[in-house]
Structures are given as structure tokens and as C-alpha cells.
């Protein structure tokens, strides 16, 4: 039986290119029914991404990332007035 190294992790997981490819994908417009959910989500990555480069674009740590951003966009919208 050969020994093998698998690693348990996603392997592009908080990399470059995926963030940058999660950035740009569905910006076609297509009008979904769910653009406001698509909006948000969109609003979350980007936010997720600021927050990944400012860290120093670290290795992993992308569901960090993820809710940190969404706690931040949460608090500019209850802060915000209406």
C-alpha cells in the first residue's frame, strides 16, 4: 500500500485566483429573479475579499473571511439611516 499525502482542505481554498474568479462570475446581468440575494452575496465576497487583502492575503481562512464580512455589511446597514 504506497503512501500517499492527501491533503484535507480545499486546495485553492482563500487563493488569488478563486477570490478573483468568485468576484467576477454571473457579472453578466442575467436579471435573475433572486438579483437581491445575488446583490448581497455579491456585496459579502467583495467585502470578504477587502478584508483577505487586508490580512495579507493569508492562506485558507475564506469562511472566516465570509462571516466577518457579512457581520460588517449587518452592522453599516442597521448604523445606516433609512
Same mark, same amino acid.
Given at each position: 500500500? #504506497? =503512501?500517499?499525502? *492527501?491533503?484535507?482542505?480545499?486546495?485553492? @481554498? $482563500?487563493?488569488?485566483?478563486? !477570490? @478573483?474568479?468568485?468576484?467576477?462570475?454571473? /457579472?453578466? $446581468?442575467?436579471?435573475?429573479? =433572486? /438579483?437581491? !440575494?445575488?446583490?448581497?452575496?455579491?456585496?459579502?465576497?467583495?467585502? #470578504?475579499? @477587502? !478584508?483577505? &487583502?487586508?490580512? $495579507?492575503?493569508? @492562506? $485558507?481562512? %475564506?469562511?472566516? %473571511?465570509?462571516? /466577518?464580512? *457579512? *457581520? &460588517?455589511?449587518?452592522?453599516?446597514?442597521? =448604523?445606516?439611516?433609512?
Amino acid at each position: 500500500m #504506497a =503512501n500517499s499525502k *492527501k491533503r484535507n482542505e480545499d486546495p485553492v @481554498e $482563500g487563493s488569488r485566483e478563486t !477570490i @478573483e474568479r468568485e468576484l467576477e462570475r454571473d /457579472q453578466s $446581468g442575467t436579471g435573475s429573479p =433572486n /438579483q437581491t !440575494i445575488d446583490d448581497d452575496e455579491d456585496r459579502v465576497r467583495s467585502r #470578504a475579499y @477587502e !478584508i483577505w &487583502e487586508r490580512e $495579507g492575503r493569508p @492562506e $485558507g481562512g %475564506h469562511e472566516r %473571511h465570509w462571516d /466577518q464580512a *457579512k *457581520k &460588517e455589511l449587518e452592522d453599516e446597514g442597521r =448604523n445606516s439611516p433609512r
